[in-house]
């Protein structure tokens, strides 16, 4: 007879997170995130739907780093060759 627990791996109680611990986590990204932030606390979602919003969040943020990055390419491909290079040395710091 095999027992599921025998098969499972083993977990050190540090390396556990517990519920109150995800709580508090997704409250967290319940205050961070602007569409919810602005709600009432009566309505507030669940753990999934905060979650679901905190990658629907990243991803919009990660779409406008690479709008950016592409329109300061662009920007630097037509500026002059010492404009350019106080920019980016602006940039780098």
């Given at each position: 007879m095999?027992?599921?627990r025998s098969r499972s791996r083993p977990h050190s109680r540090?390396?556990?997170i517990n519920d109150d611990q995800i709580n508090e986590l997704?409250?967290?990204?319940?205050q961070l995130l602007p569409e919810l932030h602005n709600c009432r606390p009566s309505d507030k979602r669940s753990a999934g739907k905060v979650l679901e919003e905190t990658c629907?969040?990243?991803r919009r943020l990660q779409r406008e780093v690479d709008d950016l990055?592409?329109?300061?390419t662009e920007m630097l491909a037509t500026t002059d060759a010492n404009q350019a290079a106080l920019i980016r040395s602006?940039?780098?710091q």
């Open positions: 095999s027992n599921r540090s390396s556990r997704v409250s967290q990204l319940y629907n969040y990243i990055s592409e329109r300061l602006l940039l780098m």
